[in-house]
């Protein structure tokens, strides 16, 4: 992928559940201190792609391309801006360690 389609600037954060001592309740909280900017391109899906994303993955909504970085799971959120988007799946093209395409559900819409 061309640096040029990388334009948006987004950070990946892991997230972490806790549960309340007092009701049991579980929830999902954003781990401090390691957040990795990166710059990405963020699509929303259309027509077949968004066929193909949902049959893999329920709500998908949006495709964020990154360059590869090890270690990231579906447990991982991006931010972009005001936006907060849930890792769903996660495609290495081709089994090389070069770009990654999460494909994303976008939290609060």
């Known amino acids: 992928m061309r640096a040029g389609k990388l334009r948006h600037r987004i950070y990946l ?4 559940e806790s549960t309340s001592a007092a009701s049991g309740e579980v929830s999902v909280v954003n781990s401090t201190g390691s957040a990795e900017a990166v710059w990405a391109s963020i699509e929303p899906l259309q027509g077949r792609a968004l066929e193909y ?11 964020v391309t990154v360059r590869y970085i090890s270690g990231i799971d579906s447990s991982y959120r991006v931010v972009f801006g005001s936006r907060t988007f849930e890792v769903e ?9 070069i ?11």
């Open 89 to 97: 799946s996660i495609i290495k093209r081709d089994e090389r360690d």
């Open 53 to 63: 994303a949902q049959a893999v993955s329920g709500e998908v909504s949006h495709l």
């Open 99 to 109: 770009m990654l395409e999460l494909y994303c559900r976008e939290k609060g819409v």
């Open 13 to 16: 954060m892991p997230t972490a």
